[in-house]
């Protein structure tokens, strides 16, 4: 039976107990965050990728001097922002 061959039905949640209801949902939750944390990736990989590799093949089998620094610089301010805005996102939580 293949994933999409899965389908829960309303009625066998019901038969669920809130414990197992509760671990359910954060089940969820978390595949959601790893799902969304997996397209994140994804999206900064393309566009680093774009703009700092400079040539149109990899000739020597690894990337030059500058396109690792751009590599490295472009995710260090990928992840520079993306922890600005959840420190963000909190102190906007905190205050109401």
């Given at each position: 039976m293949s994933s999409s061959d899965f389908s829960i039905e309303q009625s066998d949640l019901e038969k669920l107990s809130d414990k197992d209801k509760t671990e359910l949902?954060?089940?969820?939750?978390n595949e959601e965050?790893?799902?969304r944390?997996?397209?994140?990736?994804?999206?900064?990989?393309?566009?680093c990728w774009k703009k700092c590799i400079t040539s149109s093949t990899i000739k020597s089998g690894a990337l030059d001097k500058g396109e690792q620094n751009c590599l490295a610089n472009c995710?260090?301010?990928?992840?520079?922002?993306?922890?600005?805005?959840?420190?963000?996102?909190?102190?906007?939580?905190?205050?109401?």
């Open positions: 949902r954060q089940f969820f939750a965050q790893r799902s944390i997996q397209s994140q990736t994804h999206e900064l990989t393309g566009i995710v260090d301010r990928f992840m520079d922002a993306n922890l600005a805005t959840m420190k963000h996102l909190a102190s906007m939580r905190q205050q109401h």
